[in-house]
DNA sequence: GCGGGTCACTTGAACCGTCAAGAACTTTGT
DNA sequence: ACAAAGTTCTTGACGGTTCAAGTGACCCGC
Protein backbone atom coordinates (compact mmCIF):
# COMPACT_ATOMS: atom_id res chain seq x y z
CA UNK A 1 0.00 0.00 0.00
CA UNK A 2 1.94 3.02 -1.16
CA UNK A 3 0.79 6.41 -0.08
CA UNK A 4 -0.48 8.92 -3.67
CA UNK A 5 1.68 11.33 -5.00
CA UNK A 6 -0.73 13.74 -4.56
CA UNK A 7 1.67 17.31 -5.36
CA UNK A 8 3.88 17.30 -8.43
CA UNK A 9 6.97 18.16 -7.89
CA UNK A 10 7.33 21.60 -7.53
CA UNK A 11 4.43 21.55 -5.20
CA UNK A 12 5.87 19.00 -2.79
CA UNK A 13 9.55 21.38 -3.34
CA UNK A 14 7.32 24.35 -2.30
CA UNK A 15 5.69 22.92 0.42
CA UNK A 16 8.15 21.05 2.12
CA UNK A 17 10.93 23.85 1.94
CA UNK A 18 7.75 26.13 3.85
CA UNK A 19 7.09 23.38 6.04
CA UNK A 20 11.35 23.50 6.87
CA UNK A 21 11.42 27.58 6.81
CA UNK A 22 8.93 27.24 9.40
CA UNK A 23 10.43 25.62 11.88
CA UNK A 24 13.96 26.62 11.44
CA UNK A 25 13.93 30.33 10.94
CA UNK A 26 11.95 31.75 14.26
CA UNK A 27 14.00 28.79 16.34
CA UNK A 28 17.15 30.88 15.02
CA UNK A 29 15.58 34.06 15.45
CA UNK A 30 14.12 33.12 18.78
CA UNK A 31 17.76 31.75 19.94
CA UNK A 32 19.48 35.01 19.15
CA UNK A 33 16.67 37.46 20.74
CA UNK A 34 17.33 34.82 23.70
CA UNK A 35 20.60 35.29 24.28
CA UNK A 36 20.39 39.00 23.41
CA UNK A 37 18.13 39.79 26.21
CA UNK A 38 15.17 37.70 27.51
CA UNK A 39 12.93 37.87 24.62
CA UNK A 40 10.80 35.48 22.13
CA UNK A 41 10.48 36.81 18.33
CA UNK A 42 7.15 37.08 19.23
CA UNK A 43 7.58 39.47 22.27
CA UNK A 44 10.20 41.33 19.46
CA UNK A 45 7.23 41.85 17.01
CA UNK A 46 4.60 43.29 19.77
CA UNK A 47 6.78 45.92 20.60
CA UNK A 48 8.26 46.21 17.50
CA UNK A 49 5.00 47.13 15.80
CA UNK A 50 4.05 49.65 18.77
CA UNK A 51 7.25 51.17 18.38
CA UNK A 52 6.16 51.85 15.00
CA UNK A 53 2.54 53.08 15.71
CA UNK A 54 1.71 56.68 15.95
CA UNK A 55 2.19 57.69 19.93
CA UNK A 56 3.67 53.97 20.51
CA UNK A 57 0.50 52.76 21.58
CA UNK A 58 -2.53 50.69 19.57
CA UNK A 59 -6.10 49.16 21.14
CA UNK A 60 -5.01 44.81 21.71
CA UNK A 61 -7.21 43.74 18.61
CA UNK A 62 -5.04 46.13 15.99
CA UNK A 63 -2.16 44.91 17.60
CA UNK A 64 -3.50 41.27 17.29
CA UNK A 65 -4.27 41.81 14.07
CA UNK A 66 -0.33 43.30 13.33
CA UNK A 67 1.24 40.13 14.73
CA UNK A 68 -1.10 37.76 13.52
CA UNK A 69 -2.13 36.62 16.97
CA UNK A 70 -5.11 35.37 18.64
CA UNK A 71 -6.14 38.10 20.94
CA UNK A 72 -5.67 35.07 24.25
CA UNK A 73 -2.36 34.52 22.90
CA UNK A 74 -1.30 38.22 23.00
CA UNK A 75 -3.25 39.16 26.20
CA UNK A 76 -0.93 36.44 28.25
CA UNK A 77 2.08 38.03 26.16
CA UNK A 78 1.17 41.64 27.18
CA UNK A 79 0.63 40.60 30.82
CA UNK A 80 3.97 39.22 30.91
CA UNK A 81 5.92 42.33 29.41
CA UNK A 82 3.95 44.36 31.59
CA UNK A 83 5.69 42.73 34.22
CA UNK A 84 8.81 43.98 32.90
CA UNK A 85 7.99 47.17 32.88
CA UNK A 86 7.98 47.35 29.13
CA UNK A 87 4.53 47.67 28.12
CA UNK A 88 1.38 49.34 29.83
CA UNK A 89 -2.12 48.82 29.77
CA UNK A 90 -4.92 51.55 29.72
CA UNK A 91 -8.18 52.13 29.22
CA UNK A 92 -9.63 53.39 25.88
CA UNK A 93 -11.32 56.69 26.69
CA UNK A 94 -14.30 56.26 24.27
CA UNK A 95 -14.89 52.81 24.67
CA UNK A 96 -14.49 50.80 27.38
CA UNK A 97 -14.58 47.19 25.80
CA UNK A 98 -11.10 48.39 24.79
CA UNK A 99 -7.43 48.26 26.17
CA UNK A 100 -4.79 50.18 24.49
CA UNK A 101 -1.15 48.91 24.97
CA UNK A 102 1.41 51.28 25.32
CA UNK A 103 4.95 50.72 24.83
CA UNK A 104 6.95 52.23 27.63
CA UNK A 105 10.04 54.27 27.62
CA UNK A 106 12.25 51.59 29.11
CA UNK A 107 10.80 48.99 26.73
CA UNK A 108 11.58 51.33 23.61
CA UNK A 109 14.78 51.34 24.70
CA UNK A 110 15.37 47.79 24.98
CA UNK A 111 13.87 47.42 20.82
CA UNK A 112 16.24 50.00 20.12
CA UNK A 113 19.18 48.00 22.04
CA UNK A 114 17.70 45.00 20.39
CA UNK A 115 16.89 45.88 17.27
CA UNK A 116 20.47 46.19 15.32
CA UNK A 117 21.21 42.47 16.82
CA UNK A 118 17.62 40.88 16.00
CA UNK A 119 17.90 42.71 12.03
CA UNK A 120 21.35 41.71 11.30
CA UNK A 121 20.43 37.95 12.01
CA UNK A 122 17.48 38.22 9.61
CA UNK A 123 19.53 38.99 7.30
CA UNK A 124 22.36 36.37 7.86
CA UNK A 125 19.58 33.96 8.37
CA UNK A 126 17.25 34.69 5.61
CA UNK A 127 18.00 38.03 3.51
CA UNK A 128 21.29 37.50 2.85
CA UNK A 129 20.54 33.95 0.69
CA UNK A 130 18.63 36.26 -1.65
CA UNK A 131 19.53 38.34 -4.50
CA UNK A 132 17.30 41.84 -4.92
CA UNK A 133 15.00 40.20 -7.46
CA UNK A 134 13.93 36.74 -5.45
CA UNK A 135 13.62 39.06 -2.40
CA UNK A 136 11.39 41.25 -4.76
CA UNK A 137 9.64 37.73 -6.28
CA UNK A 138 9.09 36.36 -2.37
CA UNK A 139 7.30 39.80 -0.96
CA UNK A 140 5.36 39.21 -3.85
CA UNK A 141 4.11 35.40 -3.95
CA UNK A 142 4.71 35.85 0.06
CA UNK A 143 1.98 38.30 -0.25
CA UNK A 144 -0.66 36.60 -2.48
CA UNK A 145 -1.00 33.24 -0.19
CA UNK A 146 -1.18 36.25 3.14
CA UNK A 147 -3.97 37.10 1.18
CA UNK A 148 -5.25 33.63 0.56
CA UNK A 149 -4.85 32.86 4.13
CA UNK A 150 -6.24 35.56 5.87
CA UNK A 151 -8.61 38.29 3.10
CA UNK A 152 -8.05 41.79 4.92
CA UNK A 153 -4.90 41.22 6.93
CA UNK A 154 -3.37 44.53 7.31
CA UNK A 155 -0.03 44.04 5.48
CA UNK A 156 -1.80 44.10 2.27
CA UNK A 157 -3.16 47.57 3.19
CA UNK A 158 0.19 48.93 2.56
CA UNK A 159 2.02 47.22 0.29
CA UNK A 160 2.97 50.58 -1.27
CA UNK A 161 2.34 53.05 1.36
CA UNK A 162 3.51 54.19 4.57
CA UNK A 163 2.85 52.01 7.98
CA UNK B 1 12.29 58.61 19.42
CA UNK B 2 11.80 56.61 16.17
CA UNK B 3 12.65 52.79 15.47
CA UNK B 4 15.23 53.31 12.00
CA UNK B 5 13.94 51.86 9.12
CA UNK B 6 16.64 49.04 9.21
CA UNK B 7 15.32 46.62 6.14
CA UNK B 8 13.82 48.29 2.38
CA UNK B 9 10.42 48.35 1.00
CA UNK B 10 10.91 45.15 -0.54
CA UNK B 11 13.12 43.46 2.50
CA UNK B 12 10.28 44.31 4.71
CA UNK B 13 7.27 42.98 2.97
CA UNK B 14 9.62 39.59 2.28
CA UNK B 15 10.07 39.61 5.85
CA UNK B 16 6.37 40.54 7.07
CA UNK B 17 4.63 38.06 4.72
CA UNK B 18 7.37 35.43 5.88
CA UNK B 19 6.11 35.95 9.41
CA UNK B 20 2.35 35.96 8.61
CA UNK B 21 2.69 32.71 6.72
CA UNK B 22 4.56 31.74 9.59
CA UNK B 23 1.60 31.68 11.81
CA UNK B 24 -1.18 31.80 9.76
CA UNK B 25 -0.56 28.42 7.68
CA UNK B 26 0.62 26.03 10.52
CA UNK B 27 -2.44 27.08 12.51
CA UNK B 28 -4.98 26.94 9.28
CA UNK B 29 -3.60 23.44 8.64
CA UNK B 30 -3.57 22.23 12.10
CA UNK B 31 -7.14 22.99 12.77
CA UNK B 32 -7.84 21.07 9.74
CA UNK B 33 -6.22 18.06 10.97
CA UNK B 34 -7.49 18.46 14.39
CA UNK B 35 -10.88 18.30 13.09
CA UNK B 36 -10.59 15.34 10.80
CA UNK B 37 -9.23 13.37 13.92
CA UNK B 38 -7.13 14.40 16.53
CA UNK B 39 -3.76 15.10 15.28
CA UNK B 40 -1.29 18.16 14.55
CA UNK B 41 0.02 19.24 11.50
CA UNK B 42 3.20 18.01 13.33
CA UNK B 43 2.06 14.66 14.34
CA UNK B 44 0.78 14.15 10.46
CA UNK B 45 4.22 14.92 9.22
CA UNK B 46 6.06 12.44 11.39
CA UNK B 47 3.78 9.87 9.67
CA UNK B 48 3.58 10.95 6.00
CA UNK B 49 7.31 10.93 6.56
CA UNK B 50 7.47 7.40 7.55
CA UNK B 51 5.03 6.53 5.25
CA UNK B 52 7.43 7.65 2.15
CA UNK B 53 10.53 5.28 3.76
CA UNK B 54 11.71 2.24 2.68
CA UNK B 55 9.74 -0.42 4.92
CA UNK B 56 8.13 2.52 6.36
CA UNK B 57 10.34 2.96 9.21
CA UNK B 58 13.17 5.52 9.79
CA UNK B 59 16.18 6.41 12.70
CA UNK B 60 14.51 8.89 15.13
CA UNK B 61 17.29 10.97 14.41
CA UNK B 62 17.29 10.67 10.52
CA UNK B 63 13.02 11.63 11.30
CA UNK B 64 14.07 14.10 13.10
CA UNK B 65 16.25 15.54 10.31
CA UNK B 66 12.98 15.00 8.13
CA UNK B 67 10.59 17.20 10.19
CA UNK B 68 13.12 19.65 10.96
CA UNK B 69 12.69 19.36 14.85
CA UNK B 70 14.55 18.45 17.55
CA UNK B 71 15.40 15.05 18.82
CA UNK B 72 14.00 15.97 21.93
CA UNK B 73 10.09 17.19 20.43
CA UNK B 74 9.80 13.99 18.01
CA UNK B 75 10.76 11.93 20.75
CA UNK B 76 8.14 13.15 22.94
CA UNK B 77 5.90 13.19 19.72
CA UNK B 78 6.23 9.81 19.64
CA UNK B 79 5.78 8.35 22.74
CA UNK B 80 2.22 10.25 21.88
CA UNK B 81 1.81 8.28 18.50
CA UNK B 82 3.13 5.11 20.14
CA UNK B 83 0.51 4.71 22.99
CA UNK B 84 -2.62 5.74 19.87
CA UNK B 85 -0.93 2.42 18.40
CA UNK B 86 0.07 4.65 15.02
CA UNK B 87 3.54 3.70 15.82
CA UNK B 88 6.22 1.41 17.30
CA UNK B 89 9.61 1.88 18.30
CA UNK B 90 12.60 -1.12 17.53
CA UNK B 91 16.00 -1.25 18.69
CA UNK B 92 18.17 -1.46 15.67
CA UNK B 93 20.10 -4.89 15.25
CA UNK B 94 23.76 -3.64 14.12
CA UNK B 95 23.59 -0.08 16.27
CA UNK B 96 22.36 -0.18 19.74
CA UNK B 97 22.31 3.43 20.22
CA UNK B 98 19.40 3.68 17.51
CA UNK B 99 16.43 3.93 17.69
CA UNK B 100 13.79 3.19 14.86
CA UNK B 101 10.09 4.22 14.42
CA UNK B 102 8.16 1.89 12.40
CA UNK B 103 4.80 3.33 10.69
CA UNK B 104 1.62 0.77 11.90
CA UNK B 105 -0.62 -0.61 9.83
CA UNK B 106 -3.29 1.33 11.59
CA UNK B 107 -1.17 4.43 11.64
CA UNK B 108 -0.81 4.11 7.79
CA UNK B 109 -4.65 3.52 7.25
CA UNK B 110 -5.22 6.57 9.39
CA UNK B 111 -2.85 8.66 7.32
CA UNK B 112 -4.46 7.25 4.51
CA UNK B 113 -7.65 8.26 5.95
CA UNK B 114 -6.40 11.57 6.75
CA UNK B 115 -4.21 12.60 3.84
CA UNK B 116 -7.18 13.56 1.10
CA UNK B 117 -8.58 16.43 3.16
CA UNK B 118 -5.04 17.69 4.19
CA UNK B 119 -3.29 17.97 0.66
CA UNK B 120 -7.25 19.81 0.02
CA UNK B 121 -6.27 22.26 2.82
CA UNK B 122 -2.33 22.45 1.36
CA UNK B 123 -3.93 23.42 -1.80
CA UNK B 124 -6.78 25.35 -1.23
CA UNK B 125 -4.57 27.59 1.37
CA UNK B 126 -0.98 27.93 0.47
CA UNK B 127 -0.81 26.70 -3.55
CA UNK B 128 -4.54 27.44 -5.06
CA UNK B 129 -3.05 31.30 -4.34
CA UNK B 130 0.00 31.08 -7.13
CA UNK B 131 0.01 30.03 -10.54
CA UNK B 132 2.90 27.68 -12.25
CA UNK B 133 5.48 29.86 -12.45
CA UNK B 134 5.37 31.34 -8.77
CA UNK B 135 5.13 27.67 -6.80
CA UNK B 136 8.16 26.86 -8.81
CA UNK B 137 9.91 30.43 -8.12
CA UNK B 138 9.13 29.80 -4.24
CA UNK B 139 10.85 25.89 -4.58
CA UNK B 140 13.80 27.69 -5.43
CA UNK B 141 13.43 31.08 -3.30
CA UNK B 142 12.73 28.48 -0.46
CA UNK B 143 15.53 25.91 -0.65
CA UNK B 144 17.83 28.91 -0.57
CA UNK B 145 16.41 29.71 2.22
CA UNK B 146 16.59 26.57 3.83
CA UNK B 147 19.94 25.97 2.50
CA UNK B 148 20.57 28.62 4.28
CA UNK B 149 19.46 27.90 7.56
CA UNK B 150 20.84 24.08 7.60
CA UNK B 151 23.54 23.54 5.39
CA UNK B 152 22.75 19.61 4.59
CA UNK B 153 18.94 19.73 4.94
CA UNK B 154 17.64 16.27 3.42
CA UNK B 155 15.29 18.60 1.17
CA UNK B 156 18.51 19.82 -0.63
CA UNK B 157 19.71 16.04 -1.41
CA UNK B 158 16.17 15.49 -3.48
CA UNK B 159 15.77 18.29 -5.64
CA UNK B 160 15.55 16.39 -8.63
CA UNK B 161 15.35 12.57 -7.52
CA UNK B 162 12.74 10.57 -5.54
CA UNK B 163 12.79 10.30 -1.98
C1' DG C 1 41.26 -3.79 26.50
C1' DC C 2 40.38 0.48 28.73
C1' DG C 3 39.55 5.54 29.36
C1' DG C 4 37.96 9.82 27.19
C1' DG C 5 35.20 11.57 23.80
C1' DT C 6 31.34 11.44 20.94
C1' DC C 7 26.75 9.85 19.48
C1' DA C 8 21.72 8.67 19.77
C1' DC C 9 18.28 9.17 22.36
C1' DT C 10 15.14 10.01 26.70
C1' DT C 11 13.30 12.40 30.54
C1' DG C 12 11.29 15.99 33.65
C1' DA C 13 10.58 20.70 34.57
C1' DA C 14 9.60 25.13 33.01
C1' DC C 15 7.51 27.76 29.64
C1' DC C 16 4.41 28.97 25.84
C1' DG C 17 0.13 28.62 23.03
C1' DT C 18 -4.66 27.23 22.45
C1' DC C 19 -9.17 26.53 23.74
C1' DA C 20 -13.49 27.23 26.02
C1' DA C 21 -15.77 30.03 29.10
C1' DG C 22 -17.02 34.30 30.78
C1' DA C 23 -17.04 39.46 32.14
C1' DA C 24 -17.85 44.01 30.80
C1' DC C 25 -19.50 47.01 27.56
C1' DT C 26 -21.82 48.69 23.14
C1' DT C 27 -25.03 48.29 19.34
C1' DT C 28 -29.23 46.89 17.20
C1' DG C 29 -33.99 45.97 16.76
C1' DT C 30 -38.56 46.72 18.28
C1' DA D 1 -36.31 52.08 26.78
C1' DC D 2 -35.26 47.54 26.95
C1' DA D 3 -33.68 43.03 25.69
C1' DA D 4 -30.94 40.37 22.62
C1' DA D 5 -26.92 40.05 20.11
C1' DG D 6 -22.37 41.37 19.12
C1' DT D 7 -17.69 43.25 20.44
C1' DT D 8 -13.41 43.42 23.07
C1' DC D 9 -10.71 41.50 26.10
C1' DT D 10 -9.21 38.32 30.16
C1' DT D 11 -8.58 34.07 32.54
C1' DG D 12 -7.39 29.22 33.85
C1' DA D 13 -6.65 24.70 32.47
C1' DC D 14 -4.63 21.73 29.24
C1' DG D 15 -1.44 20.07 25.98
C1' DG D 16 2.71 20.87 23.38
C1' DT D 17 7.68 22.61 22.95
C1' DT D 18 12.15 23.63 24.63
C1' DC D 19 15.98 23.30 27.61
C1' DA D 20 19.34 21.13 30.48
C1' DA D 21 20.71 17.07 32.29
C1' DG D 22 21.33 12.23 32.12
C1' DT D 23 21.84 7.22 30.21
C1' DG D 24 23.80 3.87 27.56
C1' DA D 25 26.46 2.56 23.61
C1' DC D 26 30.12 3.03 20.17
C1' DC D 27 34.91 4.57 18.71
C1' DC D 28 39.67 5.82 18.96
C1' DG D 29 44.20 6.08 20.66
C1' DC D 30 47.32 4.01 23.41
Known amino acids: MIEPRWLNSDERRAWLAILSINTLLPSALD ?3 HTAGKVSLFDYNVMAMLSEAEGHFLPMSQLA ?3 SSSLSRLSHVVSKLEKRGWLE ?10 TTAHLSDIGMATLVDLAPGHVEAVRTKFLDALSDREVNDLARIGEKIVARLDD ?11 P
Open 65 to 67: ART
Open 152 to 162: DHWILRYTDGQ
Open 89 to 98: RRPHPHDARV
Open 31 to 33: SQL
